[in-house]
């Protein structure tokens, strides 16, 4: 089994925050920043998981009302900025924030259930394909350790290599 590694984005507003997944052999190590709102940096977490305290990794949409509802009272704001006499550029970066706002509110969360508590990560909606590539990983990771481990299933791969060299 191949090591993988994924980065992604962890803002939709800011989106060069990046973090970052790697899967191997014995270990799941994450890399992430924190934010406020999703969109401000506020620190950073690093986990290191043990492959054999992991059961299994899953996804699922989740929508932040806190976030959808500041970037809808922010695109009010910039509605009636851009409806005021005079130049409606200030309203139409008002209006471009707000969308970023309530698009950041939509996210994909890979759960990774551990031993005593999950662990979570969100990422914006659009990361979604990356963050199923590094569920499957975990998943195929977490096979082929219980497959390794597996004495029957071993003793059968040592008898067939036997039966083929003597026949």
């Not at 690093?46 to 899953?58: D, E, V, Y």
């Not at 597996?150 to 083929?164: L, P, Y």
């Amino acid at each position: 089994m191949e090591a993988r590694s994924v980065s992604f984005s962890l803002s939709l507003l800011f989106f060069w925050i990046q973090g970052s997944i790697s899967v191997d052999r014995h270990f799941v190590m994450i890399d992430t920043r924190n934010t406020i709102l999703g969109i401000i940096p506020a620190g950073s977490n690093s986990q290191s998981i043990p492959l054999s305290n992991i059961s299994n990794a899953s996804l699922y949409t989740s929508y932040k009302i806190g976030r959808m509802i500041l970037g809808f009272l922010i695109f009010l704001w910039g509605f009636f900025e851009f409806t005021k006499e005079g130049d409606p550029i200030g309203g139409i970066i008002i209006l471009f924030i707000a969308i970023l706002l309530i698009g950041n509110g939509i996210v994909t969360v890979l759960a990774i259930g551990r031993a005593g508590s999950d662990y979570y990560v969100s990422v914006p909606f659009y990361e979604k394909t990356k963050m199923i590539e590094i569920s499957d990983a975990i998943n195929d990771m977490l096979i082929y350790t219980e497959d390794k481990k597996d004495v029957t299933a071993n003793s059968d791969r040592i008898i067939d290599a036997i039966n083929s060299r003597n026949q």
